[in-house]
């Protein structure tokens, strides 16, 4: 007995169990295909990898030129800062030196005054007129004795009676004492004056 088999329907029913697999769509050109489910990450090609290098070291580039900007505004800044700071300091100073060398003017001229009253005080007592000291003019001493001179022959009585007021010699206590008062007077005030950092304080306590 024999068995005629399809082969036709064989091929058919093998074919309808097993078909070959699908190739992969076409892709652009340049373009890596996607890599498969549960594979490795698909791979840049050579100028892909070195366009995002590039991307990638303009980036930094931008990052580091941001930062030394920075950096130069904040130096810029602290040294202008610091120029104002000693442009302040030194106008203070200045400003105190002015100000101490005109109370230092102003001592040396009240010493001046002084010795020169205590002078023509002196010259008036030995010319006989005390009283009469501050209308003494003169420079110096030979110029103030001549003017008491001739002051006191002014203030002699009319007539010609009696004779010249004999001059009396000054006290030295009398002469020194008026003027050491009034020295160390002013060197305690201008001592008060003084601060611990005044930088002229040194100078002005001599």
């Not at 990638?56 to 580091?64: F, G, N, P, S, V």
């Not at 102003?106 to 009253?117: H, P, V």
């Amino acid at each position: 007995m024999f068995i005629y088999r399809n082969a036709g329907g064989a091929a058919g029913g093998g074919a309808s169990q097993q078909q070959p697999p699908t190739p992969p769509a076409p892709t652009g050109e340049g373009e890596q295909p996607p890599a498969p489910q549960g594979g490795t990450p698909a791979q840049f090609t050579a100028e892909q990898q070195a366009v995002v290098d590039r991307i990638i070291a303009d980036r930094l580039e931008r990052a580091k030129q941001g930062w030394q900007a920075d950096q130069a505004a904040k130096a810029a800044a602290d040294s202008d800062a610091a120029e104002a700071k000693r442009l302040a300091d030194e106008k203070k100073f200045e400003e105190l030196a002015r100000r101490r060398e005109a109370e230092a003017a102003d001592l040396r001229a009240e010493m001046a005054q002084m010795k020169r009253d205590q002078l023509r005080r002196d010259v008036a007592q030995a010319a006989g007129i005390p009283q009469l000291w501050q209308r003494l003019q003169g420079e110096t001493a030979d110029e103030l004795a001549e003017d008491a001179k001739a002051l006191a022959v002014m203030m002699q009585p009319s007539g010609g009676q009696g004779q010249p007021r004999s001059a009396t010699k000054p006290t030295p206590g009398a002469q020194t004492a008026g003027a050491d008062d009034f020295v160390k007077q002013a060197i305690e005030r201008q001592n008060k004056r003084a601060t611990e950092n005044d930088p002229f304080a040194a100078m002005m306590k001599r």
